[in-house]
């Protein structure tokens, strides 16, 4: 289990700017071109991992979406168990699991200390997501959902599952317990109240978030310079609304576009089957399109998943689990089915194909297949390299045609002036100093999503500062190098080959990603 100690973390900042340290005494002109992306990728990943635990997140650490009470039940049912050594290996992790609760509930107390504290939204959602996963049977316990190695028996699997029964009923729901009062009884009286969400309200605010747009855009940008970004993404926007709605919807009024979009009982789901089988279909139109458009396939396949129902309330609509690095399980596109009349018929295919494929699963699961490349590359996440990719292949499906119709386009401007109101609300709460309840009224007043995706994705930015800002950033930052080598290469532009080269060395900083389109452009 991971070490969340202040001790842990000041180690691990002094082995990842050790390692920055070193690759940056290489001298570049001595090493090939892909040792030198070797090189700017390890000092990126080292200084940016280093800045983030100097921000001491863990002090301040709760959320009800990302918190890693959360994570440990999603990871839970993914565990490899080929051989029986790995069973073995489990119950040892499971025994870990209460040592780093109470580590956590430790560095939430240094951070009250110093007057830095959670958001009281964050606080009260977790706490009452750690009161339903309490108040659950045992049996359907997601730490009980582990697959067994093949070789059990019946009788070392029955007796193998009864060990881990136990210790979730001795180790892990106390753990649960211990964390969730603690919340409630310690952290929750001191947490920020909503209108002071963001970090810009605590005593490093501003280099806390600094950190975080270097973080997750990997560019030398400020707050504002990203906030007027958005502004001016959002103003773009409306004439697509406008040019698509009165096509579409018979009305070029923005708000009553959004309103539509919205509200109408028409372009909402009726069942949980719906939703399964909208994604099931777009994931295999995609995967009949790629050959077209890409030259490198990835040889892991992607299957759809439902979110585990004890998080589905206080999830995202989906997200995405890249497969295991040993072929022993596939991506999965996890997607939301709970309270299915809420969830958009017209989103349905922009979110597939930006979560499996063309978007995340094409672009981690070819990383992870990079045999020529360090094994470190392959596994990277790079926000605005992965974020921006994503974003950037909801559009690409367009011209790949794969949306189903009009309506469907409405998806695509609905996702994009989504992403485009993060650059807005994100900067405007951690470094402006907005009010939640302000992110939640932008939102609503310049993009069509549902009140209730509203209201998570707003705690999202809150409990994850600067990660919201990768995604447009990204995007635009692969458009413009795409246009640029379009403009440069005249007929000789092949976009397979722009798409190899940009997903053919795995995650890079977007600088670095400049370089290699321009390298390609000139060879």
Known sequence: MEDLTRAGEDAAIGTLEAFADEAEAFDPGTLTADESVTR???????????????????????????????????????????????????????????????????????????????????????????????????????????????AFDEAAETAWRERLADLVTSEVRPAYQRYRDALADEVLEKSRPQEKSGVVWLPDGSEVYERAIARHTTLPMTAMEVHRIGLTAIESLAEEYRELGGRVLGTTDLQEIFSRLRNDPELRFKDSDSVRAQAQRALDRAKEAIPNWFGRLPKADCVVVDIPEVAAKDSTIAYYLQPAADGTRPGSYYINVSEPTTRTRFEAEVLAFHESIPGHHLQIAIAQELEEVPKFRRHAWITAYGEGWGLYSERLSDEMGMYSGDIDRLGVLSFDSWRACRLVVDTGMHALGWRRQEAIDYLMENSPQAPNNIVNEVDRYIAWPGQALAYKIGQQEIVRLRESAQSSMGPRFDIKGFHDIVLGSGPVPLPVLGDLVERWIAS
């Open 40 to 150: 700017s990728v390890l000092i990126h990943e080292a200084r940016a991992q280093a800045g983030e635990l100097w921000s001491r997140y863990q002090e301040i650490a709760v959320s009800s979406v990302m918190g890693f009470h959360v994570n440990l039940q999603s990871a839970a049912p993914q565990f490899p168990m080929v051989e029986p050594d790995h069973a073995e290996a489990l119950v040892d992790k499971y025994r870990a699991i209460g040592g780093m609760f109470d580590d956590a509930i430790k560095r939430l107390r240094q951070g009250i200390a110093r007057d830095r504290t959670p958001p009281a939204v964050a606080v009260e959602r977790t706490i009452e997501q750690l009161d339903g996963y309490l108040a659950s049977p045992i049996e359907g316990d997601l730490f009980l959902g582990v697959r067994s190695p093949e």
